[in-house]
C-alpha cells in the first residue's frame, strides 16, 4: 500500500516561494504519474500539475509558468516548486499517485497547507 506524506507547507507572502515535498513509503514510484492537487476554502479540490512516469509533465493554466513538478524516484519523493505565489494559491495541498499514466489518482496524502498573504 502506497502511503504519501506532504511536507514544506506554511506561511509566505505573496510574491515568495515555497517548495512542497511529497515521501512515498514504497521504492516503486517510478511506474507511477505523481501530481499534485489543491483545495482552497469553500471550493472543490482541482489539479494543479502532474509528472508522469516517462517525465512529461501537465499544468493547470492558473500556475503554469510559476510552478514546477519534479521527482527523484532513487528518493521516493515529489516535489513542488511554486514561485510568485498569489493569494489565490491558498490551499491545502495534496500530494498524488496514479498507476495510469493519465489516470485519475490512487493514492492520495493527507494534504499540507498554503497560506499566501496579500
Known amino acids: 500500500q502506497l502511503q504519501l506524506v506532504e511536507s514544506g507547507g506554511g506561511l509566505v507572502q505573496a510574491v515568495g516561494s515555497l517548495r512542497l515535498s511529497c515521501a512515498a513509503s514504497?521504492?516503486?514510484?517510478?511506474?507511477?504519474?505523481m501530481a499534485w492537487f489543491r483545495r482552497a476554502p469553500g471550493k472543490e479540490r482541482e489539479f494543479v500539475a502532474r509528472?508522469?512516469?516517462?517525465?512529461?509533465?501537465d499544468y493547470a493554466n492558473s500556475v503554469k509558468g510559476r510552478f514546477t513538478v519534479s521527482r527523484d524516484n532513487a528518493k521516493n519523493m515529489v516535489y513542488l516548486q511554486m514561485n510568485s505565489l498569489k493569494p489565490e494559491d491558498t490551499a491545502v495541498y495534496y500530494c498524488a499517485a496514479a498507476t495510469t499514466t493519465w489516470g485519475s489518482p490512487d493514492y492520495w496524502g493527507q494534504g499540507t497547507q498554503v497560506t499566501v498573504s496579500s
Open positions: 514504497i521504492s516503486t514510484i517510478g511506474s507511477y504519474t
Open positions: 509528472r508522469s512516469w516517462s517525465h512529461t509533465t
